[in-house]
């Protein structure tokens, strides 16, 4: 299994552009996460969804922020716009209920710059 | 508010000797625990987790604690090894319910010297 998948690896971008990143989860796992990583608060959950739905989105910081799963192998979270205070590195993690209770499974990361 | 804290940012640690890291939370409705650690420009591994109704876990090296009266746990790597190097976070959830949503700390970074 390839794992989860995300793109792109390093994005870098100029204050009040649009700004996606994707995640491909492990095939067969019908939760995925969103988490933003900073210094000062760790890692942040921000929205989670269970087949496809959004579940929990209080994470979510502002309304800049949307996150969308059309389907169950693919999900995208958007800023616009994108803002200095965004940089941090976002992560996309994808479990199972059946599998280790709450085991999650992360992906490398996007790491994300906004001058 | 952070529910789950890890209050020292770093840790070093000689080789072979025992490393220890911290972790406190607030809520008294966690009841299932546990760490993960990543390694830079990756994204973080289960490593190992307890329930609320033991108060011990070991699996090889790695042991985790449980103290619910203090709200407190802690993960003991013994011995510890270079390749141990990594941030550790701590993650806290409430079993049974609806989600597996997990609430992490801010990490600990941890550096065993050769």
């Known amino acids: 299994d390839a794992g989860v998948i995300q793109s792109p690896r390093h994005e870098v971008t100029e204050m009040g552009q649009e700004v996606t990143l994707r995640c491909k989860p492990i095939s067969g796992h019908d939760y995925l996460f969103w988490y933003r990583q900073t210094m000062m608060r760790g890692l942040e959950l921000l929205i989670y969804f269970n087949n496809n739905v959004p579940i929990d989105d209080s994470g979510m910081p502002e309304d800049r922020f949307s996150a969308k799963m059309p389907n169950a192998s693919f999900s995208t979270l958007k800023i616009q716009p994108s803002e200095p205070r965004d940089s941090a590195v976002y992560f996309c993690?994808?479990?199972?209920?059946?599998?280790?209770?709450?085991?999650?499974?992360f992906g490398p990361g996007t790491r994300l710059t906004v001058t | 508010d952070q529910q789950v804290k890890q209050n020292s940012p770093s840790l070093s640690v000689q080789e072979g000797r025992i490393s220890i890291l911290n972790c406190d939370y607030t809520n008294s409705m966690f009841d299932y625990f546990l760490w993960y650690k990543k390694y830079p420009a990756e994204g973080p591994t289960f490593l190992i987790s307890?329930?609320?109704?033991?108060d011990k876990n070991e699996d090889g090296r790695f042991t985790v604690f449980l103290n619910k009266s203090a709200k407190h746990l802690s993960l003991h790597i013994v011995p510890s090894q270079p390749g141990d190097s990594a941030v550790y976070f701590c993650?806290?959830?409430?079993?049974?319910?609806?989600?597996?949503?997990?609430?992490f700390g801010t990490g600990t970074l941890l550096a065993v010297q050769p």
């Open positions: 993690a994808s479990s199972s209920q059946g599998a280790l209770l709450y085991e999650q499974y």
């Open positions: 307890i329930s609320s109704i033991k």
């Open positions: 993650a806290a959830s409430t079993y049974g319910g609806a989600t597996n949503k997990l609430i």
